[in-house]
């Protein structure tokens, strides 16, 4: 069975530029995660979807992030403009239905504002 | 809030056993064992729900006391693989978001 993916693995860009991020969930996984993960610190939950509905966006700083999942299957992150504070590790996990919440993560995309 | 694990860091030799003790503020319905290696996902090792259960894997088992608010994970007979940050994500109902601790760091030294 495939794995969570994500791309780019890695992406440097400059302050005020935008960046976008992707995830392709497991296969049937309904639920899908993106979370925000400081060097040295656990992850943080951005926003959780539901096919293609939000179910928790509240510690998604909507001023500058954004994120869709159109089609109830891969999930984009957006940046616009980025932050100096921005720099973290951006991890998507997803979930199936009634698996006792055991998510799984991909490897994340690592992205450094200069 | 977040839960708050200990120690930050710990450094073993083969063979050695470790705890990394996870503690929480809130009412819990479950904890969660993670364990990332660097630049990789992190990877799950096992759930505990309310009812004091321990479970097992392989040479890695956790405990959950629902009561204190507490989960530990032990780990006995450490190898070289087991190195890593270790992660428990707490949930405060079934189905609900996990909020992570700030990790745990395992060095196991040949």
């Known amino acids: 069975e495939a794995g969570v993916a994500q791309s780019p693995r890695y992406k440097i860009i400059e302050k005020r530029q935008s960046v976008a991020f992707w995830c392709n969930p497991i296969?049937?996984?309904?639920?899908l995660y993106w979370y925000q993960q400081i060097l040295g610190q656990g992850p943080k939950l951005l926003i959780q979807?539901?096919?293609?509905?939000?179910?928790?966006d509240s510690q998604l700083p909507k001023d500058r992030f954004s994120a869709e999942r159109l089609k109830g299957v891969d999930s984009t992150l957006k940046i616009q403009p980025a932050k100096l504070e921005d720099s973290a590790v951006y991890l998507c996990?997803?979930?199936?239905?009634?698996?006792?919440?055991?998510?799984?993560f991909g490897a994340g995309t690592r992205l450094s504002v200069l | 809030q977040q839960p708050v694990q200990s120690p930050q860091a710990v450094i073993l030799r083969e063979g050695e056993d470790a705890v990394i003790n996870c503690s929480s503020s809130?009412?819990?319905?479950?904890v969660h064992w993670y364990r990332q290696k660097h630049g990789e996902a992190p990877v799950f090792l096992m759930i505990?729900?309310?009812?004091?259960e321990q479970k097992g894997h392989e040479k890695i088992s956790a405990s959950f006391n629902e009561k204190k608010q507490q989960s530990s994970l032990y780990l006995t007979a450490s190898q070289l693989s087991y190195s890593g940050t270790y992660f428990c994500?707490?949930?405060?109902?079934?189905?609900?978001?996990?909020?992570f601790g700030q990790g745990t760091e395992l060095s196991v030294k040949p």
């Open positions: 996990a997803s979930k199936q239905e009634g698996a006792k919440n055991i998510q799984y």
């Open positions: 296969s049937g996984h309904a639920t």
């Open positions: 979807f539901q096919n293609n509905g939000v179910v928790d």
């Open positions: 809130k009412a819990l319905y479950s």
């Open positions: 505990l729900l309310k009812g004091g």
């Open positions: 994500g707490t949930g405060g109902s079934q189905g609900g978001k996990l909020i």
